[in-house]
């Protein structure tokens, strides 16, 4: 039989012949960017939510360009201006129903970003990974600011070019031949102002919006939704009541609609032509786009805190 013990001298021999195994160092991009896939992977409403309107759309386009009685077959008897409007009216519809759904998951993501954690106890496990709580915060804030109008983009642009297919084939299907082609729109124009209208507004100018949500994320023990909307709606009561002025709620409602970034919403505003009025030397010019970056910076600051001292619910 042969003997499998090993002489003490040539263990150590041995050991230290083999490299010591180091801990893995994870560089701090990496655990930036491997939170943001894990909020990807957790928070599949990102991403369906406005699917699933790109794809109602697409059938409504389906079903309009292909029913006989609708009112593509007097496109004909237009002007050309008018049937110019027409064939953009379904890409302006398109563009503004997903941003609308975009926009409700963003508030809503961010409402639950640090409140579903504490809410399911997972928290406890996020903590124990080599993640600070400054990556953490700042990877659920940049899913609303900037990865959410990322793909309310890429989804819009999808949309539109399967609706332009259906609208040439329902047209040339009813034997229709408008004087103004599809391809004559200025489609690449239009991509380019909704990219730039989506990270600019719903990303920049509304970071302050999502900054406060998340901040309430991490306090609220409860009804955090309350929590997001009671404290403003208190102070604008407790000014008019005092001093008779709305100061607050003119900063408020400044913020939402961005009138200073010249992006107020309106139904004609958020259309394609609406967003033409708008130019990145008057919005990035805005002290309005500054001081709210400042705002969400202090809200985000504040969640970084919260987040390290709150424990699970």
């Known amino acids: 039989m042969t003997d499998r013990t090993m002489n003490p001298t040539a263990m150590h021999s041995i050991a230290q012949d083999e490299p010591s195994a180091a801990p893995a160092v994870l560089h701090p991009t990496q655990s930036f960017y491997w939170s943001v896939r894990r909020e990807l992977w957790e928070h599949r409403s990102v991403y369906l939510a406005p699917l699933t309107v790109a794809g109602l759309l697409i059938l409504g386009t389906a079903i309009a360009a292909f029913t006989p009685f609708h009112?593509?077959?007097?496109?004909?008897?237009?002007?050309?201006?008018?049937?110019?409007?027409?064939?953009?009216?379904?890409?302006?519809i398109a563009a503004m129903a997903v941003m609308g759904a975009s926009f409700l998951v963003a508030v809503f993501y961010s409402l639950d970003a640090l409140y579903g954690e504490r809410r399911d106890r997972s928290i406890l496990f996020w903590k124990s990974l080599p993640v600070s709580d400054t990556t953490a915060v700042l990877s659920k804030a940049i899913i609303p600011i900037l990865v959410i109008p990322l793909i309310t983009f890429a989804i819009t642009i999808v949309a539109q070019a399967v609706m332009a297919v259906l609208v040439v084939l329902g047209?040339?299907?009813?034997?229709?031949?408008?004087?103004?082609?599809?391809?004559?729109?200025?489609?690449?124009?239009?991509?380019?102002?909704?990219?730039?209208?989506?990270?600019?507004?719903?990303?920049?100018?509304?970071?302050?919006?999502?900054?406060?949500?998340?901040?309430?994320?991490?306090y609220a023990r409860r009804a955090p939704f309350l929590w997001a909307i009671l404290p403003p709606l208190g102070i604008m009561l407790v000014e008019k009541i005092a001093f008779g002025t709305a100061y607050f709620a003119e900063i408020v409602k400044h913020q939402f609609s961005g009138n200073d970034a010249g992006a107020s919403f309106t139904m004609k505003d958020v259309s394609m032509r609406g967003m033409s009025d708008m130019n990145a030397g008057t919005i990035f010019a805005s002290p309005g786009l500054w001081l709210g970056l400042l705002v969400a910076a202090v809200f985000l600051a504040g969640a970084v805190q919260m987040r390290r001292y709150r424990g699970p619910l």
């Open 71 to 92: 009112g593509s077959m007097s496109i004909s008897n237009l002007d050309v201006d008018q049937q110019r409007q027409l064939l953009a009216a379904p890409f302006d």
């Open 171 to 218: 047209l040339a299907a009813h034997g229709v031949h408008p004087a103004v082609p599809i391809t004559q729109l200025p489609l690449v124009q239009m991509s380019a102002m909704l990219l730039f209208h989506l990270i600019a507004i719903h990303g920049l100018w509304y970071a302050p919006i999502y900054a406060w949500l998340i901040l309430v994320s991490s």
